[in-house]
């Protein structure tokens, strides 16, 4: 599979750099191009300040195992591969996607890299996922949600659940990121199945 991940600036380092890690260390996944965009360049600074990030630094600072399968290319590149159609990228998750990417995505801007891989993804009729942070939701919100997912997108909010008893944030997030790798056929040993509650 090639997959594109985007990071943009909603609050979520967390997701984006542990998901990073899972797609990596995935068999099924040969190529994951990866896009930044400036805010979310931003957000990562501050919420995983140690890591000291710039955009050239990322895949060395929060990739482990499985560095040599990503590309790096830059929001403002709208010539780039995953621009066009006709580069066979197969799914694109937006982690974490902001409300104000979700919106231009939602409309058809296009604007910066990020938007016209999205957009592509639309047309072309292949999966999007928007793994959307923010709190509450107003109303613009909600229609850009409704409008993405009758065009296609799977509009995915970074909810993680609790049934499962996580003993840890990470923990946490790796379920919640279980299941979007679900949507993309994708299932790690560690993914938490339900299977009824017990002494029922
Ligand atoms: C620390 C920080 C946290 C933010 N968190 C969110 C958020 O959770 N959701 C959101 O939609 N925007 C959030 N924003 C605002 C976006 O970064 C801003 O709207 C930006 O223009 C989005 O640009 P992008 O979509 O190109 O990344 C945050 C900004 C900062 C600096």
């Not at 990866?34 to 990562?44: D, E, P």
């Not at 939701?137 to 065009?151: Q, V």
């Amino acid at each position: 599979m090639i997959v594109t991940v985007a990071i943009t600036g909603a609050s979520g380092a967390i997701y984006a750099q542990r998901f990073l890690n899972h797609l990596a260390a995935e068999p099924k996944v040969a190529r994951i191009q990866l896009v930044v965009s400036g805010a979310g360049l931003r957000v990562l600074h501050e919420e995983l300040p140690e890591a000291q990030l710039t955009a050239s630094n990322l895949v060395e600072r929060l990739v482990g195992e499985g560095r040599e399968k990503f590309e790096i290319l830059a929001n403002n590149d709208v010539g780039a591969s995953i621009a066009s159609g006709s580069f066979p990228v197969d799914a694109m998750v937006a982690i974490p996607c902001s409300m104000g990417t979700l919106g231009s995505i939602a409309h058809g801007v296009s604007r910066d890299l990020i938007q016209r891989a999205a957009d592509v993804m639309l047309k072309e009729r292949r999966k999007l996922i928007l793994v959307i942070r923010d709190t509450p939701f107003s109303l613009i919100h909600l229609e850009n949600m409704r409008l993405l997912t009758l065009a296609g997108a799977t509009v995915f909010p970074a909810i993680p659940s609790f049934y499962h008893r996580p003993g840890s944030i990470e923990e946490a997030v790796d379920q919640f990121l279980y299941r979007v790798m679900a949507h993309l056929g994708l299932r790690p040993s560690k993914a938490y199945e339900w299977r009824g509650s017990k002494g029922k």
